[in-house]
């Protein structure tokens, strides 16, 4: 089955930007999506990637996916102290389901 | 448009007993998949449901079952609750097909004492 990777912890700065990285090892995974989740809640959707592509941009965040390598990364842009909480990697393969990695827990500092 | 709901938010039981979650998914969706979240970990598939049928099962034992309505709403059952399946139960619903991803609610925590 699908593993996913990511680091454990990121500490920044407000107004810094925040770079979160994921590996995964299913390489027919279709989309690969970003969540975040804060404290005693739910996953929000943050945005996602199709497989075809390299890069996306949405507002402040900025996705890069490197196919050969596996590997995702999820930049943000002028981290704000309301982006700490906890973001998961989730790629969508064969089977229509989704498979978290353990998460990294962004602490922004002001 | 309405999101994902579900109930009840906290739950705590006895080892052994049975538990039912409830989850309303969002308008126009008409997948739900359950998740298990332990704490600390990031969320597992448990299984899917697409028109009333389980569709795609994740790593856990029978005793995780499951519904679909007509409505597309859902339930998970759990019996012979273990100590163990103490954890954050996540409902998502999504439109198969689309590439939007899936909708979360804000999960029940189940204490299993």
């Known amino acids: 089955g699908e593993d996913v990777e990511q680091s454990l912890f990121l500490s920044v700065r407000e107004g810094d930007s925040s770079v979160i990285n994921c590996t995964y090892t299913d390489s027919s995974s279709t989309y690969l999506y970003w969540y975040k989740q804060e404290p005693g809640a739910g996953l929000q959707l943050l945005t996602y990637?199709?497989?075809?592509?390299d890069m996306k941009q949405d507002q402040r965040l900025t996705v890069l996916l490197n196919k050969k390598d596996k590997h995702l990364s999820l930049r943000i842009a002028d981290t704000q102290t309301g982006d700490s909480a906890i973001y998961f990697c989730a790629p969508k393969a064969a089977g229509n389901k989704l498979t978290f990695g353990g998460g990294t827990r962004v602490l922004v500092k002001p | 448009e309405t999101g994902v709901t579900q109930s009840p938010t906290h739950l705590i039981k006895t080892r052994g007993q049975q538990v039912t979650l409830r989850c309303s998914s969002q308008?126009?969706?008409?997948?739900v998949s359950w998740y298990q979240q332990a704490l600390g970990q990031g969320p597992q598939f448990i299984f899917q449901?697409?028109?009333?049928?389980?569709?795609g099962r994740g790593n856990f034992p029978p005793r995780f079952s499951g519904l679909q309505f007509p409505n597309y709403s859902s339930e998970l059952n759990v019996n012979a609750l273990e100590l163990d399946d103490s954890a954050l139960y996540l409902c998502?619903?999504?439109?198969?097909?689309?590439?939007?991803?899936?909708?979360f609610g804000s999960g029940t925590r189940l204490t299993v004492v």
């Open positions: 998502a619903s999504s439109e198969r097909g689309t590439p939007g991803g899936y909708t």
């Open positions: 990637i199709f497989s075809n592509m």
């Open positions: 308008s126009g969706h008409n997948t």
């Open positions: 449901y697409y028109r009333e049928e389980e569709n």
